[in-house]
C-alpha cells in the first residue's frame, strides 16, 4: 500500500527528473518517445533531464507522429523500434485511434488496418523528396477514394481524415523535419520497421516504468487504445500494488524503487512533459480546481515540480527581448524555493537563448 506521494517520487526518479546531467543513450523518457509540442516541447523535456541539447543534430534525434498521433522524439538509432512499439495491435484498436474516420471506412468494407496500409503506400509515392504537409495531403486527396477523404469547413477543401493521415506516416517511413511550421515530411534513410520492439521500448512495459503504477485504463487513455486490448498484453511480470485504495500494476523489478527514498529537485515542466501525461491525474493533482487549471482544454500553462510535488503552473511571459516566467503558487513558497525557481527560469532562458527578466510570482 502507497500514497500518491510515494508514486510521484517513484515517477521523478524513474524519468530522472532529480539528475543533473545525462546522455541520449541513458534517457529513459526517448523509450517511450518524447512528445514535442510547443516552444517548451521535446527538447526542453530533454533539458531538464540532463540532456545538453544543444549539442544535439538531426543525426542524433528523429520526429514522428506517433501516440496520440502527437509528435514525438526518439533516438534516431531506435526509430525501427519504435515504429514496431506504436502499431495497433489490432484492427479494433486501429479503429479506435482514428476516431470518427473508421465509420466511413467500416460502411465501405475497408478495414483499418487496411485503410492505414494504403495510406501509408500512397504517402511514400508522393514524398520522395521533403515535402510540406499541405501538398502531401493534397496529392492524397486527388488519389484516395471518397471514404478516406473528409470536406474540412475552415479550409473550404477535401481532405484525408488527420488521424489516418498521420498515423499512417510512420507506416511509410516517413520522419517530420525537427523545427518545420507547417510540417516537412520526409524519408526516413534506411528505415526498416522492426518485427517487434522487444521488452524495452514496449510501450505497457514503459507506461509502467514510467509512469506506474498504473491500471489497463490508465495505459489504454495514454495509448488511445482499448482497454481489452491493452488487457490482452499485459505483461505477466508485474506486481499488486494499492494506491490510495486502489489496486494497480508495477512491474515487479521496479517493486524496490517504489519504496526508497525521496526525489529532491526543482523543475519548470513544459505543458506536455511525460510526467503530466499520467491518465491518474488525481495522484498528480488531488485539488480538481489546481487540476482544471493544469490541463484546460485549450492553452495548457507548464507545471512547477519541487521535491516530487508539483507545487504550481507557469507559463512564459515575453518582456521586450527577454523572458519573464508568470508562476502561479497553490502554496505558500519559501525563499528557498523561490530561489531554486528563479534558478530554473535562468536555465529555461538560456535553452530559448534569451535573457531573465526576472519571475513573477502571482499571488496565492
Known amino acids: 500500500m502507497v500514497d500518491g506521494r510515494q508514486v510521484m517520487n517513484f515517477r521523478v526518479r524513474a524519468q530522472q527528473l532529480d539528475r543533473a546531467e545525462g546522455t541520449l543513450a541513458d534517457t529513459a523518457v526517448l523509450d517511450i518517445g518524447v512528445q514535442d509540442t510547443g516552444p517548451d516541447g521535446g527538447r526542453w523535456a530533454l533539458a531538464v533531464r540532463g540532456v545538453d541539447v544543444a549539442t544535439l543534430s538531426d543525426e542524433d534525434l528523429v520526429l514522428l507522429w506517433t501516440v496520440r498521433g502527437a509528435p514525438h522524439l526518439y533516438r534516431r538509432a531506435d526509430v525501427a523500434e519504435a515504429a514496431a512499439a506504436v502499431e ?3 484492427d479494433a484498436d486501429a479503429g479506435k485511434r482514428i476516431y470518427d474516420a473508421a465509420k466511413p471506412l467500416k460502411a465501405a468494407g475497408i478495414g483499418n488496418l487496411a485503410a492505414l496500409d494504403e495510406v501509408a503506400a500512397q504517402m511514400r509515392a508522393v514524398v520522395r523528396e521533403p515535402t510540406v504537409k499541405g501538398d502531401v495531403s493534397g496529392r492524397l486527396a486527388e488519389v484516395l477514394p471518397e471514404p478516406y477523404l473528409r470536406f474540412c469547413r475552415p479550409c473550404n477543401a477535401t481532405h484525408l481524415y488527420e488521424m489516418p493521415f498521420r498515423l499512417a506516416a510512420v507506416r511509410a517511413g516517413l520522419e ?31 507506461y509502467l516504468r514510467l509512469l506506474g503504477p498504473a491500471t489497463p485504463k490508465h495505459v489504454a487513455g495514454y495509448l488511445d487504445a482499448p482497454v481489452k486490448e491493452v488487457k490482452a498484453h499485459w505483461p505477466e511480470d508485474v506486481v499488486e500494488v494499492t494506491v490510495d485504495g486502489e489496486t494497480r500494476s508495477l512491474l515487479a523489478a521496479d517493486a524496490p524503487a517504489l519504496e526508497s527514498a525521496g ?29 482544471k487549471e493544469l490541463w484546460p482544454v485549450l492553452g495548457r500553462p507548464g507545471a512547477v515540480l519541487v521535491d516530487g510535488e508539483l507545487v504550481g503552473s507557469w507559463r512564459p511571459r515575453r518582456s521586450g527581448k527577454a523572458l519573464k516566467p508568470v508562476v502561479q503558487p497553490w502554496r505558500k513558497l519559501s525563499d528557498a524555493r523561490r530561489r531554486a525557481i528563479v534558478e530554473q527560469a535562468e536555465r529555461l532562458a538560456a535553452y530559448r537563448g534569451v535573457s531573465l527578466a526576472g519571475v513573477e510570482f502571482a499571488e496565492l
Do not use: M
Open 88 to 90: 495497433p495491435f489490432s
Open 176 to 206: 517530420l523535419q525537427l523545427d518545420t511550421s507547417p510540417p516537412v515530411l520526409q524519408r526516413i534513410t534506411g528505415f526498416a520497421k522492426a518485427a517487434a520492439p522487444g521488452d524495452r521500448f514496449d510501450l505497457i512495459r514503459a
Open 263 to 291: 526525489a529532491p529537485a526543482t523543475r519548470l515542466l513544459g505543458p506536455f512533459d511525460l510526467l503530466l501525461q499520467a491518465k491518474d491525474r488525481e495522484t498528480l493533482v488531488p485539488d480538481p480546481a489546481r487540476a
